[in-house]
């Protein structure tokens, strides 16, 4: 996250979390980041309006607890509004300067990315590989894998560092085969019920695919019902999670710092 020292002496700094339309109401007791947290608020400007709240302008911003509960508050309000998420929040000296350097000079892009997002939300569809289930796939299938995975097995391993270095050369690029056609099956069962998708890369090795779904409100039961067929037919080959509702941190992009 970003950190900017006030310019007002002692007085607080504001952190912006995201835009909303400018009728969306904070309830009194939500609060923001920080220690101890501040109340929630909106400043507004025309039909648009920040999700701000203030902080300590020498505080050290980016903790786990920062990013949680920056997290929680975008997730949170994506479920009953449109909400265009800061993916690292924005610092700025008063709420006169969220108006006259953010909301105003964007205020178009701002409504034009609020009103793509109405009754949208996100979700996250990840799936992770069974580890002994797909190693015994790779193994069933390739039978110079599975030659070398018995040439380690019977003999030492000073004596068979090149065949171990060749066996994760070969278990690596066919994962990586297997994932780009599982990642493709799964955006095709995600595909009929999605606005929009997305891929996400791969973070782990493990890592069977995972898509960013932008999904109507009430497509969500939908979702489940997909998710749950292919996790039929992908048991104990693949682990499928979804993660959700979430602000649309995939498809929200505008030229403003911070989206």
Partial sequence: MTEQKSENGDRPAVYVYGL?????????????????????????????????SEIDPDAQLGTPDDLRA???????????APVLPFRFGAVMTDSDAVVSELLEPYRDEFQQALDQLEGLVQYVVKGRYVEDSILREILSEDEETARLREIIREQP??????????????I???LSAK????????????????KELRVRDATNEE???????LIATDEIDTLDKTVTQLAQDWQDRVDLTVLGPLAAYDFTKTRAPGT
């Fill in 207 to 213: 890592d069977a695919g995972s898509v960013a779904v």
């Fill in 157 to 170: 391993e000073d004596v068979t560092r090149d065949e171990r270095l060749a066996l994760g050369e070969r």
């Fill in 20 to 52: 909303v339309p400018a009728d969306v109401e904070v309830k009194p007791d939500a609060t923001g980041i920080g220690t101890p947290p501040r109340p929630l608020a909106t400043v507004t400007f025309d039909d648009i309006a920040a999700l701000v």
């Fill in 179 to 194: 994932r780009d056609h599982d990642t493709q099956r799964l955006v095709e069962a995600l595909e009929p019920v999605a």
């Fill in 172 to 174: 690596s690029q066919t």
């Fill in 70 to 80: 920056h997290a929680r508050i975008l997730d949170t309000t994506a479920m009953v």
